[in-house]
DNA sequence: GATCACTATGTCTTTTTTGACATATGGTGG
DNA sequence: CCACCATATGTCAAAAAAGACATAGTGATC
């Protein structure tokens, strides 16, 4: 399996390797996780260009490292919202927002 | 105050005429807010011109009306994902979601 | 190989969001 | 006026997401 499918299915909450590989998202789930991830790889390059921690970032936008790790990998318990508010509040563009999440 | 102010307070679960006006959003938070008017405007043109009633899309999504109103008035209740996740249910395409959420 | 900074992951408790329901409002045709 | 349909609004129990914390993994650098 490619990593990628695989960071998609496991960004959907489940566990690739264990049991399930034929499962099949819908176009509007794959799309949303897209998105996600999209966010995600946008908040860590930015993270990166600014030279911050996930801890900085974190205090930045009053959460913890820990959910800022899972925003970068688009785990299943980090919402869309999460993911938007935080971009916004470090100062990400909403047209640029709305770019990355275009694909 | 204009309509589209009172609204934007509105959809940020203030209520208006009571007591708050002087009251100001980040910059991040008036986008966060603009983008699900945004698309709370978009669910219900969507809508329209598919002719579909709110009940209708909320079988289509597995939601109830009353969420679907909220939705389209972009009630402080609803996230963008749920917003997002509606529209992408509908068969709106990733890239036209993204450019709605453009401004 | 020990220490240190950073990042990942698991598990809690609390908060927010959700769908459902009831009910109110608004418009239309009989 | 009265049904009838669509939409709006309030409330609530249940579900999802949040922040926090602990802890484990990963690389430097010394």
Redesign the pocket.
């Known amino acids: 399996m490619k990593a990628a499918k695989r960071k998609r299915l496991?960004a959907a909450?489940w566990?690739v390797g264990t049991s399930a590989d034929f499962l099949e998202l819908s176009d509007a789930e794959q799309s949303y996780i897209d998105m996600k991830l999209a966010l995600g790889d946008a908040l860590?390059a930015t993270?990166?260009t600014r030279r911050?921690?996930?801890?900085?970032?974190?205090a930045l936008?009053?959460?913890?490292?820990?959910?800022?790790?899972?925003?970068?990998?688009a785990?299943?318990?980090?919402?869309?919202?999460?993911?938007v508010?935080?971009l916004l509040t470090l100062g990400v563009p909403r047209r640029r927002v709305a770019r990355m999440l275009g694909g």
Chains 1, 2 share one sequence.
């Open positions: 496991e909450g566990h860590k993270r990166a911050l921690s996930q801890t900085d970032v974190a936008v009053a959460s913890s490292q820990s959910r800022v790790a899972k925003m970068e990998a785990d299943a318990s980090v919402s869309l919202d999460l993911l508010r935080t």
